[in-house]
């Protein structure tokens, strides 16, 4: 492990002056497994999972799009809304934007949650990320893996970063590893996005934090996680699935 470490220092010294003219978009696909997402709720019974096999059957699977804007210092990260994802389980592109900026170590996620809007402002706060020693390609990117359990909703979550894009963003609220986050795997294979295109231009018209219509209260990311998890609690009693109404 700490042969690793030194492997990934040094790469980050190689590669600190790339950081510094990295600037572009990255797509992502983002793939879902409905029955996937419900055989990995270790509260649900049996019977329950082999319901929702036999409902969803082989009909499962569905595929939504998002775009990632960074530089060295800003990202946003929003959903895409096509024609194909518009009358189905996709999210509204307007209602989730997560940005993050690192010299003022903020986060400003616009949030959808329970069919509520939410505006979520604090200091960054990024998963405690155990590196591990897996190589993978992704997008023409060499990237190592990186895992963590989530302490609210425990699904496993694998990241693919990218050492030679030294920045620590990725898609969604995932962040703080030592390269570009590529690809995340939840719950193996329960929801998986992958980056399909990558681009290097310049994004600043685009790294503006969210603006909302509604007047909604800013609330802190303990208020947020607090949501999360009263909501998880109140699944659990009833013995249903947690992401019927959040997000996975």
Avoid at 53 to 65: I, L, V
Avoid at 218 to 223: A, H, V
Wanted: aromatic share 12%; charged share 30%; with cysteine.
């Amino acid at each position: 492990m700490k042969y690793l470490i030194f492997i990934i220092a040094t790469v980050l010294i190689t590669l600190n002056t790339n950081a510094q003219e990295l600037s572009g978009t990255i797509k992502y696909e983002i793939k879902h497994d409905w029955v996937k997402k419900i055989n990995s709720v270790k509260y649900l019974s049996q019977s329950e999972k082999d319901k929702a096999s036999y409902m969803w059957g082989t009909h499962s699977e569905y595929t939504e799009n998002s775009i990632l804007f960074f530089d060295k210092n800003t990202s946003r990260y929003e959903m895409v809304e096509d024609e194909e994802a518009k009358g189905t389980w996709a999210w509204r592109s307007e209602e989730y934007i997560i940005y993050r900026n690192l010299e003022e170590n903020t986060t400003y996620d616009l949030i959808r949650e329970s069919n509520k809007l939410f505006v979520i402002k604090d200091d960054i706060q990024n998963p405690s990320w155990k590196i591990l020693n897996n190589i993978k390609e992704v997008a023409g990117h060499i990237c190592m893996d990186a895992m963590y359990i989530d302490p609210i909703k425990g699904n496993k979550i694998v990241a693919w970063f990218a050492l030679d894009m030294p920045i620590p963003f990725g898609p969604d609220r995932f962040g703080g590893l030592p390269g570009m986050i590529l690809e995340i795997d939840i719950s193996e294979g329960a929801l998986v996005m992958t980056a399909t295109k990558i681009e290097n231009k310049d994004v600043s018209e685009f790294l503006v934090k969210p603006k909302h219509k509604k007047k909604v209260k800013t609330q802190n990311e303990e208020y947020y996680t607090k949501l999360i998890s009263d909501h998880v609690e109140q699944a659990k009693k009833a013995e249903r699935p947690y992401f019927w109404s959040i997000r996975y």
